[in-house]
């Protein structure tokens, strides 16, 4: 359709993707044969079929599984460029990217050898591709604060290269006050900083990652149109939300596609984005996202260039590259 043919020629920013959720079941399977890692499945196939979620942490089970093939700095980097060129196709311009680095620790990974492979390859892709990049160091919400503090301890030396911090894994019971005072040593450090909120936590959550956390923008954000105060607060300061429709519905956060709350959002004067999360977990990258808007939802094309130039507005570069990217 007319429509799809112009989201996906925009230029876009995606502001919203673990590195970690672009790890393609053949690529996952290339890795374990060349780390002598054994999966507990015997193909590809197999693999994509374990695909079907009921909740975050069924996902999450997966996610932290398949890492187990990510050993060297040219894994990370092989993970790293194949998402870039994925970013190529779809005109994404800039992207900001989450990393897990305690989800690698905790299997003996440095720090150096995945923050070495990530870099080499974001900087290859800024140099061969076109692509502009942040990169997010994200704590998992799981994990104790005090084990946050001592990942911020091992990234104090790549501290000049890292421009922001985030907060992912399990949600409920994991409130972001557990967080205020890693995420305040962050801020004084000069870091942005931005948290998962609302995803499947309630709307509480929302609102001590706004106050306690004092983040830049909200990653997902859904669950903050149940409090009506809370969303014209958002509203009201500019806020960014990273909506991601492809993992919404993969994860039961919204049960049927049409139901998305994006353009509700809009509606709302949310300054709403379209991220993919998870692509290789979730069935696609930007500009699949897109077209599962677009399929399901009476969209316009005024609305799809809101959302493109939202990702630049909501973005972490200059404002003179803001200006010139769309
Ligand atoms: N880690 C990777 N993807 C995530 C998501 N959608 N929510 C929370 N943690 C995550
Ligand atoms: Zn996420």
Redo the contacts with the bound molecule.
């Keep these: 359709s007319p429509i799809q043919t112009l989201a996906e020629q925009l230029p876009k920013a995606e502001l919203h993707m673990?590195l970690?959720?672009s790890l393609e079941p053949e690529l996952m399977f290339a890795l374990a044969r060349r780390n002598n890692v054994t999966l507990p499945y015997q193909d590809e196939a197999e693999l994509r079929q374990a695909y079907q979620f009921a909740n975050?942490q069924e996902?999450?089970d997966l996610?932290y599984a398949g890492m187990s093939v990510l050993l060297t700095e040219q894994d990370f980097y092989d993970l790293t460029w194949a998402y870039l060129e994925h970013c190529k196709r779809d005109n994404v311009t800039h992207t900001e990217v989450f990393f897990?680095p305690q989800a690698h620790v905790e299997r003996n990974i440095p720090f150096e050898v995945q923050f070495n492979g990530i870099y080499r390859a974001l900087c290859d892709g800024q140099n061969k591709l076109g692509i502009s990049f942040r990169l997010i160091l994200s704590f998992l919400r799981h994990l104790s604060e005090e084990s946050a503090f001592e990942t911020l301890e091992l990234a104090l030396p790549y501290l000049e290269r890292i421009d922001g911090v985030g907060l992912?894994?399990?949600?409920k019971g994991h409130p972001p006050e557990k967080f205020e005072r890693i995420f305040r040593r962050c801020r004084e450090l000069g870091l942005r900083v931005t948290a998962?909120a609302g995803?499947e936590g309630p709307p509480e959550y929302v609102w001590q990652a706004i106050d306690g956390l004092q983040i830049d923008r909200i990653d997902?954000g859904n669950r903050a149109l149940e409090d009506a105060d809370l969303t014209a607060m958002i509203a009201e300061r500019g806020l960014t939300l990273t909506v991601?429709p492809l993992?919404n519905y993969r994860?039961c956060v919204v049960d049927d596609m049409k139901k998305h709350p994006l353009l509700r959002m809009l509606d709302k004067g949310l300054h709403v984005t379209v991220n993919s999360?998870?692509p290789a977990y979730f069935g696609g990258y930007v500009n699949d996202n897109f077209r599962a808007i677009i399929d399901n939802l009476p969209i316009t094309a005024e609305q799809v260039y809101r959302l493109a130039r939202n990702s630049f507005e909501g973005s972490w570069l200059d404002d003179d590259a803001k200006r010139n990217a769309l």
């Design positions: 673990h970690e959720g975050l996902f999450l996610y897990d992912d894994s399990s949600e998962h995803e997902h991601c993992s994860l999360d998870d």
